[in-house]
Protein backbone atom coordinates (compact mmCIF):
# COMPACT_ATOMS: atom_id res chain seq x y z
CA UNK A 1 0.00 0.00 0.00
CA UNK A 2 2.85 2.21 0.76
CA UNK A 3 4.79 1.37 -2.40
CA UNK A 4 1.38 2.30 -3.87
CA UNK A 5 0.66 5.95 -2.44
CA UNK A 6 4.29 6.64 -2.95
CA UNK A 7 3.77 5.66 -6.71
CA UNK A 8 0.78 8.29 -7.21
CA UNK A 9 2.73 10.66 -5.28
CA UNK A 10 5.24 10.74 -8.22
CA UNK A 11 2.76 10.71 -10.63
CA UNK A 12 0.75 13.75 -9.35
CA UNK A 13 4.25 15.52 -9.35
CA UNK A 14 5.18 15.26 -12.86
CA UNK A 15 1.83 16.10 -13.91
CA UNK A 16 2.06 19.07 -11.87
CA UNK A 17 5.64 19.85 -13.23
CA UNK A 18 4.27 19.60 -16.96
CA UNK A 19 0.90 21.49 -16.36
CA UNK A 20 3.08 24.52 -15.42
CA UNK A 21 5.33 24.70 -18.50
CA UNK A 22 3.72 25.30 -21.97
CA UNK A 23 5.92 23.75 -23.51
CA UNK A 24 4.46 20.75 -25.53
CA UNK A 25 7.52 19.41 -27.68
CA UNK A 26 11.23 19.57 -26.76
CA UNK A 27 14.19 18.30 -28.70
CA UNK A 28 17.85 18.55 -28.41
CA UNK A 29 20.32 15.96 -30.62
CA UNK A 30 21.70 13.07 -28.52
CA UNK A 31 25.22 13.63 -26.37
CA UNK A 32 24.86 17.59 -27.56
CA UNK A 33 25.65 18.95 -23.94
CA UNK A 34 28.47 16.45 -23.12
CA UNK A 35 30.58 18.23 -24.85
CA UNK A 36 31.36 21.97 -23.75
CA UNK A 37 33.60 22.94 -26.07
CA UNK A 38 31.17 21.66 -29.39
CA UNK A 39 27.92 23.85 -27.93
CA UNK A 40 26.58 27.20 -29.82
CA UNK A 41 27.44 30.48 -28.77
CA UNK A 42 27.57 32.84 -31.30
CA UNK A 43 24.21 33.26 -32.94
CA UNK A 44 22.38 35.09 -35.50
CA UNK A 45 18.75 35.30 -34.95
CA UNK A 46 15.36 35.39 -37.68
CA UNK A 47 11.78 35.50 -37.15
CA UNK A 48 9.85 33.49 -39.72
CA UNK A 49 7.03 36.09 -40.77
CA UNK A 50 3.80 34.59 -39.59
CA UNK A 51 1.67 34.97 -42.75
CA UNK A 52 -1.60 36.33 -41.21
CA UNK A 53 0.45 39.32 -39.24
CA UNK A 54 4.05 39.75 -40.39
CA UNK A 55 4.25 42.56 -37.86
CA UNK A 56 4.25 39.54 -35.37
CA UNK A 57 7.47 38.30 -35.93
CA UNK A 58 9.80 41.41 -35.28
CA UNK A 59 7.85 41.16 -31.76
CA UNK A 60 8.56 37.62 -30.59
CA UNK A 61 12.04 38.10 -32.50
CA UNK A 62 12.81 41.11 -30.17
CA UNK A 63 11.34 39.71 -26.74
CA UNK A 64 13.27 36.58 -27.21
CA UNK A 65 16.98 38.27 -27.41
CA UNK A 66 15.51 39.65 -24.51
CA UNK A 67 15.27 36.66 -22.81
CA UNK A 68 18.37 35.03 -24.29
CA UNK A 69 20.73 37.81 -23.13
CA UNK A 70 19.06 37.57 -19.91
CA UNK A 71 18.82 34.03 -19.03
CA UNK A 72 21.42 32.22 -21.74
CA UNK A 73 24.72 32.62 -21.98
CA UNK A 74 25.06 33.11 -26.18
CA UNK A 75 26.23 35.94 -27.82
CA UNK A 76 23.33 37.33 -30.00
CA UNK A 77 25.34 38.94 -33.01
CA UNK A 78 22.35 40.43 -34.66
CA UNK A 79 19.28 39.46 -36.91
CA UNK A 80 18.62 38.59 -39.94
CA UNK A 81 15.65 38.91 -42.39
CA UNK A 82 16.13 36.81 -45.02
CA UNK A 83 18.15 33.64 -46.17
CA UNK A 84 21.20 35.27 -47.94
CA UNK A 85 21.90 37.09 -44.79
CA UNK A 86 22.04 34.22 -42.81
CA UNK A 87 24.72 32.42 -45.24
CA UNK A 88 26.56 35.55 -44.85
CA UNK A 89 26.21 35.35 -40.78
CA UNK A 90 27.57 31.69 -41.09
CA UNK A 91 30.62 32.24 -42.22
CA UNK A 92 32.02 33.79 -38.87
CA UNK A 93 29.26 32.29 -36.83
CA UNK A 94 28.62 28.92 -34.97
CA UNK A 95 24.31 28.93 -34.98
CA UNK A 96 21.08 30.13 -36.15
CA UNK A 97 18.00 30.79 -34.04
CA UNK A 98 14.74 30.67 -36.13
CA UNK A 99 11.36 31.79 -34.16
CA UNK A 100 8.41 30.42 -35.90
CA UNK A 101 4.90 32.02 -34.81
CA UNK A 102 2.34 28.80 -35.58
CA UNK A 103 -0.43 30.18 -34.46
CA UNK A 104 -1.56 33.30 -33.80
CA UNK A 105 -5.83 33.48 -32.45
CA UNK A 106 -7.05 37.03 -31.07
CA UNK A 107 -10.92 36.37 -29.72
CA UNK A 108 -13.01 38.17 -27.32
CA UNK A 109 -10.02 39.23 -24.87
CA UNK A 110 -8.16 35.57 -25.07
CA UNK A 111 -5.41 34.33 -27.30
CA UNK A 112 -4.46 31.04 -28.48
CA UNK A 113 -0.33 31.04 -29.07
CA UNK A 114 1.83 28.51 -30.32
CA UNK A 115 5.52 29.48 -30.81
CA UNK A 116 8.67 27.10 -31.83
CA UNK A 117 12.22 27.96 -31.71
CA UNK A 118 15.14 25.90 -33.14
CA UNK A 119 18.82 26.01 -32.95
CA UNK A 120 20.88 25.06 -36.32
CA UNK A 121 24.71 24.90 -36.62
CA UNK A 122 25.76 26.54 -39.54
CA UNK A 123 28.50 24.20 -40.07
CA UNK A 124 26.16 21.00 -41.36
CA UNK A 125 22.55 23.24 -41.12
CA UNK A 126 21.64 21.03 -38.39
CA UNK A 127 19.15 20.99 -35.68
CA UNK A 128 20.98 20.81 -32.68
CA UNK A 129 17.74 21.62 -30.49
CA UNK A 130 14.13 22.49 -30.92
CA UNK A 131 11.14 23.76 -28.53
CA UNK A 132 7.08 24.52 -29.27
CA UNK A 133 5.76 26.29 -26.76
CA UNK A 134 1.58 26.68 -26.75
CA UNK A 135 -1.09 28.64 -24.38
CA UNK A 136 -4.51 29.97 -24.24
CA UNK A 137 -5.45 32.95 -21.93
CA UNK A 138 -6.25 36.46 -21.20
CA UNK A 139 -4.20 38.53 -23.41
CA UNK A 140 -3.61 41.40 -20.58
CA UNK A 141 -1.77 40.99 -17.88
CA UNK A 142 -1.32 42.63 -14.41
CA UNK A 143 1.82 41.28 -13.32
CA UNK A 144 3.67 41.92 -16.65
CA UNK A 145 2.35 45.42 -17.32
CA UNK A 146 5.32 47.36 -17.29
CA UNK A 147 7.55 44.90 -19.46
CA UNK A 148 4.65 45.05 -21.76
CA UNK A 149 4.90 48.89 -21.98
CA UNK A 150 8.27 48.64 -23.27
CA UNK A 151 7.37 46.81 -26.60
CA UNK A 152 4.19 49.18 -26.55
CA UNK A 153 6.56 51.99 -27.30
CA UNK A 154 7.46 50.33 -30.76
CA UNK A 155 5.21 47.63 -31.73
CA UNK A 156 1.94 49.45 -30.28
CA UNK A 157 -1.46 47.76 -29.94
CA UNK A 158 0.33 44.30 -31.09
CA UNK A 159 2.32 44.54 -27.89
CA UNK A 160 -1.14 45.03 -26.41
CA UNK A 161 -2.70 41.83 -27.34
CA UNK A 162 0.14 39.63 -28.07
CA UNK A 163 3.30 40.71 -25.43
CA UNK A 164 2.47 39.01 -22.44
CA UNK A 165 1.11 35.77 -23.31
CA UNK A 166 4.11 35.30 -25.57
CA UNK A 167 6.49 36.65 -22.63
CA UNK A 168 4.89 33.61 -21.04
CA UNK A 169 5.79 31.07 -24.31
CA UNK A 170 9.09 32.39 -24.67
CA UNK A 171 10.19 31.91 -21.18
CA UNK A 172 9.35 28.70 -20.80
CA UNK A 173 10.88 28.07 -24.65
CA UNK A 174 14.00 30.13 -23.57
CA UNK A 175 14.70 27.41 -20.11
CA UNK A 176 15.08 24.21 -22.09
CA UNK A 177 17.78 26.09 -24.39
CA UNK A 178 21.12 24.29 -24.01
CA UNK A 179 23.00 26.92 -21.87
CA UNK A 180 26.71 26.70 -23.27
CA UNK A 181 29.62 27.28 -20.39
CA UNK A 182 31.56 30.41 -21.73
CA UNK A 183 35.19 31.55 -20.92
CA UNK A 184 36.08 34.40 -19.38
CA UNK A 185 37.08 36.25 -22.49
CA UNK A 186 33.43 35.03 -23.84
CA UNK A 187 31.83 36.64 -20.74
CA UNK A 188 33.20 40.08 -21.30
CA UNK A 189 32.39 39.85 -25.19
CA UNK A 190 28.85 39.00 -24.11
CA UNK A 191 28.90 42.51 -21.60
CA UNK A 192 30.49 44.45 -24.43
CA UNK A 193 27.40 43.30 -26.84
CA UNK A 194 24.83 44.18 -24.25
CA UNK A 195 25.97 47.19 -24.25
CA UNK A 196 27.33 48.42 -27.16
CA UNK A 197 25.57 46.44 -29.35
CA UNK A 198 27.13 44.16 -31.72
CA UNK A 199 29.08 45.83 -34.14
CA UNK A 200 28.67 46.03 -37.93
CA UNK A 201 26.11 42.99 -37.84
CA UNK A 202 22.55 42.51 -39.32
CA UNK A 203 20.01 44.89 -38.57
CA UNK A 204 20.55 45.36 -34.73
CA UNK A 205 23.65 47.52 -35.58
CA UNK A 206 22.84 48.02 -39.26
CA UNK A 207 26.45 49.66 -39.45
CA UNK A 208 25.25 53.19 -38.28
CA UNK A 209 28.05 55.82 -37.21
CA UNK A 210 26.10 57.44 -34.51
CA UNK A 211 26.53 61.57 -34.42
CA UNK A 212 26.25 62.94 -31.23
CA UNK A 213 25.89 66.51 -29.95
CA UNK A 214 26.41 67.82 -26.61
CA UNK A 215 25.24 71.47 -25.71
CA UNK A 216 27.85 72.52 -23.30
CA UNK A 217 31.50 72.20 -22.73
CA UNK A 218 31.88 72.13 -18.69
CA UNK A 219 31.99 69.14 -16.17
CA UNK A 220 28.68 67.50 -16.96
CA UNK A 221 29.17 68.02 -20.87
CA UNK A 222 32.77 66.68 -21.15
CA UNK A 223 31.88 64.04 -19.47
CA UNK A 224 28.98 63.02 -21.60
CA UNK A 225 30.94 63.44 -24.73
CA UNK A 226 33.40 61.41 -23.33
CA UNK A 227 31.45 58.62 -22.58
CA UNK A 228 29.55 58.55 -26.16
CA UNK A 229 32.85 58.95 -27.73
CA UNK A 230 34.09 55.54 -25.81
CA UNK A 231 30.81 54.19 -27.38
CA UNK A 232 31.67 54.68 -31.05
CA UNK A 233 29.53 57.75 -31.82
CA UNK A 234 30.85 61.09 -33.66
CA UNK A 235 30.72 63.62 -30.92
CA UNK A 236 30.41 67.35 -31.89
CA UNK A 237 30.36 70.17 -28.44
CA UNK A 238 28.90 73.54 -28.85
CA UNK A 239 29.28 76.79 -26.18
CA UNK A 240 27.79 79.66 -26.02
CA UNK A 241 30.67 81.35 -24.07
CA UNK A 242 34.41 82.03 -25.42
CA UNK A 243 36.62 79.74 -22.34
CA UNK A 244 36.48 75.95 -22.78
CA UNK A 245 35.12 74.47 -19.23
CA UNK A 246 33.76 77.41 -18.26
CA UNK A 247 34.10 77.86 -14.65
CA UNK A 248 35.32 74.74 -14.67
CA UNK A 249 38.09 75.72 -15.70
CA UNK A 250 39.83 75.97 -12.73
CA UNK A 251 40.58 72.20 -12.80
CA UNK A 252 43.06 71.85 -10.00
CA UNK A 253 40.51 72.56 -7.50
CA UNK A 254 38.66 69.32 -8.07
CA UNK A 255 40.91 67.17 -6.10
CA UNK A 256 39.95 70.13 -3.15
CA UNK A 257 37.92 69.73 0.18
CA UNK A 258 34.44 67.95 -0.88
CA UNK A 259 35.69 67.45 -4.32
CA UNK A 260 38.05 65.05 -3.75
CA UNK A 261 35.59 62.06 -2.75
CA UNK A 262 34.01 63.10 -6.53
CA UNK A 263 37.22 62.74 -8.38
CA UNK A 264 38.25 59.25 -6.42
CA UNK A 265 35.11 57.72 -7.36
CA UNK A 266 35.39 59.00 -11.13
CA UNK A 267 38.52 57.37 -11.04
CA UNK A 268 37.50 54.26 -9.24
CA UNK A 269 34.50 54.16 -12.21
CA UNK A 270 37.52 53.97 -14.97
CA UNK A 271 37.40 57.72 -15.63
CA UNK A 272 40.46 58.27 -14.36
CA UNK A 273 42.17 59.84 -17.76
CA UNK A 274 38.81 62.50 -17.63
CA UNK A 275 40.01 63.46 -13.95
CA UNK A 276 44.05 63.77 -15.06
CA UNK A 277 43.53 65.39 -18.47
CA UNK A 278 41.50 68.38 -16.59
CA UNK A 279 43.90 68.54 -13.42
CA UNK A 280 46.44 69.72 -15.88
CA UNK A 281 44.27 72.39 -17.51
CA UNK A 282 45.96 75.91 -17.22
CA UNK A 283 44.60 77.92 -14.42
CA UNK A 284 44.81 81.24 -15.66
CA UNK A 285 44.39 83.63 -12.57
CA UNK A 286 44.29 81.03 -9.31
Avoid at 47 to 57: C, G, I, K, V, Y
Avoid at 112 to 134: M, P
Avoid at 210 to 233: F, P, Q, Y
Wanted: proline share 3%; net charge neutral; aromatic share 6%.
Amino acid sequence: MKKVLIGYAVISMMLVSFACTSVRHRFVVEGYQKHPGQMIKRIVMVSDPFPQNRDLAGLIGAMTRDLIKANRNYLVLGTAAIEGEVAGACKTLDGVLKMSVNRADAAGGRIDLEITGELRRCSDNSAVWTATGRASGKSRSRSLKNLVQNYVEKYGDLAEVYAAPAYNILQDIVETMPNPELTEDELMEKIDLEINGPAGRGNASGGVIVNVRVAGVRWAGCAAAVSASKLGAEVTQVERADVFLGTGLLGDILRNKRRFMAAEEMIALSEAEFCRWSIELPSPGH
